[in-house]
């Protein structure tokens, strides 16, 4: 059974850090891009972060970029998401994901995890 687990979610205050880490299992995910999305209460899940199968190539959305790195482990089949500076619109529940498409878009993954409460107060 392939399985997207994250962890290290929490509640932080404003300016704090966290970091999130997604362990896959049931299959190698060393050659899929991997991919954080966020979803705040009420609104959409949107794109936070991403990174390329090597490692090579990373990308952020602009609310995140400066503040937000990912990066990834193929040996350890896990992805992270190092998040510093965190503000109160950070506040989400942050989803770790998986694309075997390239070049991989936003709707291109096919793999999901069940999330990661991250609030971050004032």
């Known amino acids: 059974q392939v399985q997207l687990v994250e962890s290290g979610g929490g509640l932080v205050q404003a300016g704090g850090s966290l970091r999130l880490s997604c362990a896959a299992s049931?299959?190698?995910?060393?050659?899929?891009?991997m991919g954080w999305f966020r979803q705040a209460p009420g609104k959409e899940r949107d794109f936070a972060a991403a990174i390329s199968w090597s490692g090579g190539s990373t990308y952020y959305a602009d609310s995140v970029k400066g503040r937000f790195t990912i990066s990834r482990d193929n040996a350890k089949n896990t992805v992270y998401l190092q998040m510093n500076s965190l503000k109160p619109e950070d506040t989400a529940v942050y989803y770790c994901?998986?694309?075997?498409?390239?070049?991989?878009?936003?709707?291109?993954?096919?793999?999901w995890g069940q999330g990661t409460q991250v609030t971050v107060s004032s």
């Open positions: 049931g299959r190698t995910f060393s050659r899929d891009t």
């Open positions: 994901a998986a694309s075997t498409v390239v070049p991989t878009t936003p709707t291109s993954y096919g793999y």
